[in-house]
Each structure stands twice: as structure tokens, then as C-alpha cells.
């Protein structure tokens, strides 16, 4: 049985590294994903959907646009072997950034849709 770490990084109540089930560390790939800037990972300077940086610029339905191209095409290069991605919508609504994505893993191939939100 393979341990999978928690995201973000924390120690359990006996002081141990938190771990986690398949399901939910897949999630927790999807949203180290979408929070690391590109160029922050030295080895894998393309790596990140740059959605942090986000909540500084000004929102609009353009941006909401770009970004959903962009998420995909990530999502495919670097967690393509992991999920597949069969639904990406992101959406702009007065200060909220709403990030919707819909998969199936690969491994299980259980369905899953998870939610990320991130207000200016």
C-alpha cells in the first residue's frame, strides 16, 4: 500500500506527516496545480496554473475565458497520466474566481467535480 502524502504539508495528532487517500491526494495534485505560479518549481519551470496571482488582477468574463484554455491544456500536459479532464469551467462573477473541473482518474476510474473559488 502506497502512502500519500496530504497537501498543503502538516503533521497529524500523533506529530506524524498527515496522509491521505488516492482520491483526495489526486485533488490535492489538482490544486498544487492550479496555485503554484509557472517558473516557482526549479526543475519544472512550465509547471502551475498561476491561479494565486490571479486574485490581483482584475476580473472579467476575457480573463475567466483565457484562463479555462490554459487550465486545460496544464492539466492535460502534467497531470494527463493521472486524470482525465471531462469538464473545465472557469467563471468570473464580481470578485470571485470560480474554477469548476470535473475528472476521471485514471486509476479507479472513478468520476469526480471539484470545486475552487479565490475572492479579490
Known amino acids: 500500500m502506497t502512502v500519500q502524502i496530504s497537501y498543503p504539508y502538516r503533521f497529524d495528532h500523533r506529530r506524524r506527516t498527515t496522509s491521505t487517500d488516492y482520491d483526495d491526494h489526486v485533488r490535492d495534485v489538482v490544486e498544487q496545480f492550479l496555485l503554484t505560479e509557472p517558473g ?16 490581483f488582477a482584475p476580473n472579467s468574463p476575457e480573463l475567466a475565458a483565457a484562463l479555462q484554455f490554459s487550465l486545460r491544456a496544464g ?3 502534467w497531470l494527463g497520466d493521472v486524470i482525465e479532464v471531462t469538464d473545465l469551467a472557469v467563471t468570473s462573477e464580481d470578485s470571485t474566481l470560480t474554477i469548476d473541473i470535473s475528472y476521471r482518474l485514471r486509476a479507479t476510474g472513478q468520476e469526480r467535480t471539484d470545486r475552487f473559488e479565490r475572492a479579490q
Open 75 to 77: 492539466l492535460q500536459r
Open 40 to 55: 516557482e518549481r526549479v526543475n519544472r519551470p512550465d509547471f502551475g496554473g498561476g491561479v494565486a496571482q490571479l486574485v
